[in-house]
T-cell receptor, first 114, second 117 residues
Framework: DAGVIQSPRHEVTEMGQEVTLRCKPI?????LFWYRQTMMRGLELLIY????????DSGMPEDRFSAKMPNASFSTLKIQPSEPRDSAVYFC????????????FGPGTRLTVT | AQSVSQHNHHVILSEAASLELGCNYS??????LFWYVQYPGQHLQLLLK??????LVKGIKGFEAEFIKSKFSFNLRKPSVQWSDTAEYFC???????????????FGKGTKLSVIP
């Protein structure tokens, strides 16, 4: 298996622009997670899905952030409008079942908002 | 909600030295525990995990961790580090059961390990 795939790997955008990050989980995994990593706050869970349904979005910073999982093999994390403080590395991870199995992480998207 | 504390922010060791990274968690129930490693510029990879059974678990690359329930600890150890172990190490915990339906994997802040050749 190719593992968790994320795109783009790097994104540089101007403040106010819309940013869409994409993730393809490992085939057969039922749970998908979006994390944000910064120097100041470390790794934070933003949202996770189980069987394509959002289960816990308490980590989503504010209404500018939204995530969707239209099918079992694709998820997006959207920031609209983006702000410089959104600059971070965003990781997607998947697991067979939330809580029971290890999470496999993608390579991350490094987002820079200027 | 659970929380994870990693005691050391940055550890510097010479090659062949022994390593122990501390991890303590707080949660009232049963947990599953993980150590992940992030090599420079790369994504997180699982080093080892504990779900149940023998509290001394062995992982990849010679790493091991011991779960001490009474101390809420899950310290990572390696008897002899190599330069290639230079990375950031994250302890993580997740409730083993969730009546509320939310399985949030909580990470510690991470410990940077620098190994000097």
């Amino acid at each position: 298996d190719a593992g968790v795939i994320q795109s783009p790997r790097h994104e540089v955008t101007e403040m106010g622009q819309e940013v869409t990050l994409r993730c393809k989980p490992i085939s057969g995994h039922n749970s998908l997670f979006w994390y944000r990593q910064t120097m100041m706050r470390g790794l934070e869970l933003l949202i996770y899905f189980n069987n394509n349904v959002p289960i816990d979005d308490s980590g989503m910073p504010e209404d500018r952030f939204s995530a969707k999982m239209p099918n079992a093999s694709f998820s997006t994390l959207k920031i609209q409008p983006s702000e410089p403080r959104d600059s971070a590395v965003y990781f997607c991870a998947s697991s067979l079942e939330a809580g029971e199995d290890e999470q496999y992480f993608g390579p991350g998207t490094r987002l820079t908002v200027t | 909600a659970q929380s994870v504390s990693q005691h050391n922010h940055h550890v510097i060791l010479s090659e062949a030295a022994s390593l122990e990274l501390g991890c303590n968690y707080s949660y009232g129930g049963t947990v599953n525990l993980f150590w992940y490693v992030q090599y420079p510029g790369q994504h997180l990879q699982l080093l080892l995990k504990y779900f149940s059974g023998d509290p001394l678990v062995k992982g990849i690359k010679g790493f091991e961790a011991e779960f001490i329930k009474s101390k809420f600890s899950f310290n990572l150890r390696k008897p002899s580090v190599q330069w290639s172990d230079t990375a950031e190490y994250f302890c993580a915990v997740i409730p083993a059961y969730s009546g509320a339906g939310s399985y949030q994997l909580t990470f510690g802040k991470g410990t940077k390990l620098s190994v000097i050749p």
